[in-house]
């Protein structure tokens, strides 16, 4: 069977691929870096009819500021479309950029937060190091190579203030992003 494309916005459900998962349904489908050059009213429009032909239960986005996500839950009421049920930001300690905004609308609208890159895209494994070329896939994402050479980045990595040396200095970087 073929996809069927919803609009501009290219969202799809597969009935192949539903059949090929053994399923008629998805549980949770997250819509990740919408188009700046499609409506969110689009979007929102094309989930609603996955929602409501049961194709899809529950919606949520990746990656959109909190003005949009406001936006977004303003076009849902106004027009009764399917709300966003989560947000996934990218946050880490070494990008917590969100913070301010994202959470406190978040709650305001009742959404669940996944977090995206929490070992800040390897940073905080150990795996990327100053003076040594990223590896492969980093390479391959546009994006990514900035972000692994990062001074300021590599250097709070590199060198934990004085305060939690101590402390910090048996655990693996990963244990100390979680902690």
């Excluded at 069927?4 to 192949?16: E, F, K, M």
């Excluded at 009213?41 to 003005?67: F, H, M, N, Q």
């Excluded at 406001?70 to 009421?77: L, Y």
């Amino acid at each position: 069977m073929r996809t069927r494309a919803l609009g501009r916005t290219g969202i799809r459900v597969s009935p192949y691929r539903l059949g090929t998962m053994r399923t008629d349904h998805i549980d949770f489908y997250q819509v990740h870096h919408p188009d700046p050059a499609t409506d969110i009213a689009e979007t929102l429009s094309a989930l609603t009819d996955l929602v409501r032909g049961g194709k899809v239960r529950g919606i949520g986005c990746s990656g959109l500021p909190a003005s949009e996500i406001v936006a977004a839950h303003r076009v849902s009421d106004r027009r009764r479309l399917e709300r966003f049920r989560t947000e996934q930001p990218p946050y880490s300690i070494l990008n917590r950029g969100i913070e301010r905004e994202v959470p406190p609308v978040c709650r305001r609208y009742g959404m669940g937060t996944l977090v995206w890159s929490p070992l800040a895209m390897g940073l905080l494994t150990g795996r990327h190091r100053k003076g040594r070329p990223s590896d492969a896939h980093a390479a391959r994402m546009r994006w990514a190579p900035r972000h692994m050479t990062d001074e300021r980045k590599l250097d709070v990595v590199h060198a934990p203030p004085a305060v939690e040396r101590t402390e910090l200095r048996r655990r693996t970087l990963a244990d100390r992003a979680a902690a």
